[in-house]
């Protein structure tokens, strides 16, 4: 981001440089605007999932699949929020946003895990997850083409299987993807 100007993010709109300089006054409110509508966005999906499921390991996989939408799940998406997060250590208000999606996200997943694992695991599966969850978007934004919403789901039922073997996992990753393949 330390090489974006408002000039080029309104060339790259196809919107006059005035325009976009009548809603952001700086680049850092782009930004910030940036963050928050992605995080909305994730956030409609994920709830929208999470509204469809009737048990804990149905609310856990609507977060997980919600994550990997491969409306969100896209080399430029991951880009653009890698981009982002490298500005959080300079930015207070990026901080804050990302503090409040991660306590998000930390909430319904101690939710749903609160009747899956065994009360002193969840703390421990959760910071799996999230961290598999960063890590698939980090590769995916690095090495755009090696990765795609299906690979990736696969590496989380991977990691569900090892550390909650007692659901199969690999039905909600079929149900995931048959629901996928009907939306083409």
Same mark, same amino acid.
């Given at each position: ?29 782009? !930004? ?9 966005? =994730?956030?409609? %999906?994920?709830? /929208?999932?999470?509204? +469809? $499921? #009737? ?17 969100? !799940? ?9 981009? =982002?997060?490298? %500005?959080?250590? /300079?930015?207070?208000? +990026? $901080? #804050? ?38 890590? +698939? ?48």
């Amino acid at each position: 981001m330390g090489g974006a100007t408002i000039e080029k993010v309104a060339q790259k709109a196809g919107a006059s440089k005035g325009i976009v300089h009548h809603y952001f006054k700086t680049k850092q409110e782009l !930004f910030e605007h940036a963050m928050r509508h992605s995080n909305a966005l =994730l956030r409609d %999906e994920v709830v /929208r999932l999470m509204r +469809l $499921a #009737r048990t804990p390991d149905q609310r856990l996989w609507a977060i997980i699949e919600g994550n990997f939408s491969t409306a969100f !799940f896209t080399p430029g998406i991951c880009r653009a929020w890698l981009a =982002l997060c490298a %500005e959080i250590p /300079r930015e207070p208000q +990026l $901080a #804050r946003i990302q503090r409040v999606v991660h306590a998000r996200m930390h909430s319904n997943l101690m939710t749903a895990l609160s009747a899956l694992v065994p009360a002193d695991e969840g703390e421990t599966v959760a910071l799996g997850i999230t961290t598999l969850i960063d890590g +698939l978007w980090l590769r995916l934004g690095l090495h755009p083409g090696q990765l795609t919403a299906p690979e990736a789901l696969m590496q989380m039922v991977d990691y569900l299987d090892h550390r909650i073997p007692h659901i199969k996992w690999n039905e909600h990753l079929s149900r995931a993807h048959a629901a996928s393949q009907q939306l083409r």
